[in-house]
């Protein structure tokens, strides 16, 4: 028999279904994978149907550049698919899904509260932040590793939390703590501009938008430079020719 005859060749409509996401961390660098999170508290046979329709519509709609991962965080191992598809076990085998049971995690550890702090609601989230905090300090030796914990935490208080305000944010860190955040190096950032802007702007008269634009897009080094440097200007022109060095078009 030929293998053509087990076929047999239909036009299909597809219906999209409205789906919402426990959670998706985007990264900023274009060669860390997105990672999407869904958790799951009861049985439910069609979960990786589910959460893989959910990922090819984003990836369809948004055309990242990244690539992908997917975290399916079951309660308890007994919630978990009980059958599943080749296609299904080969993403799960090639680490493309990872799936993780609650209830075989050491209890109170940093990734357990990370877990809780996706699932809580925003007035516990200061509580679970300190929290983990402690913990990255007391638990983590290695400095970077505890700072990827910062930045998670962060991460996961911007994109679950987008009602919250810069200063909310910033004040459920430390001192210490809210220095290595990117909220504080944005608003750090954005402070150091707006005091050069004066500063120019007393010296050599209204800034024209492209010196503005040109001044935006410095890094904050760049700003604390040219900080030093336009004590040496003597007109505008010693400015522009400043900016033209630095600023990429």
Known sequence: ???????????????????????IFLPEQEDLPIY???????????????????????????KPV????????????????????????ELINNHRIIRIYLDELPSG????????LILAQEAQAPLLVQQLLARAKTEIANPLVARGIIELLETVLVSKFAKLSREEIQSMFLLTDIKQ???YQEAKQEGETQLLLR???????????????????????QLEDLGEAL??????????????SRVVD
């Open 1 to 23: 028999m030929d293998i053509a005859d087990n076929y047999q060749f239909i036009s299909a409509e597809i219906k999209e279904k409205v789906f919402r996401f426990d959670g």
């Open 36 to 62: 999407f999170v869904e958790v799951q508290f009861q049985e439910k046979p069609d979960f990786y149907w589910e959460f893989i329709a959910e990922i090819n519509l984003y990836l369809n709609q948004y």
């Open 66 to 89: 990244q690539d992908w991962k997917a975290v399916a965080l079951f309660a308890q191992r007994r919630f978990e698919v009980k059958s599943l598809t080749a296609y299904q076990q």
């Open 109 to 116: 550890s940093i990734g357990v509260g990370l877990i809780q």
């Open 181 to 183: 955040t990117r909220v």
């Open 199 to 221: 500063q120019l702007s007393k010296r050599f008269g209204q800034m024209g938008n492209l010196r503005i634009q040109a001044i935006n897009q410095l890094s904050l080094e």
């Open 231 to 244: 004590l040496d200007f003597n007109n505008v022109t010693e400015l522009d020719n400043w900016l033209k």
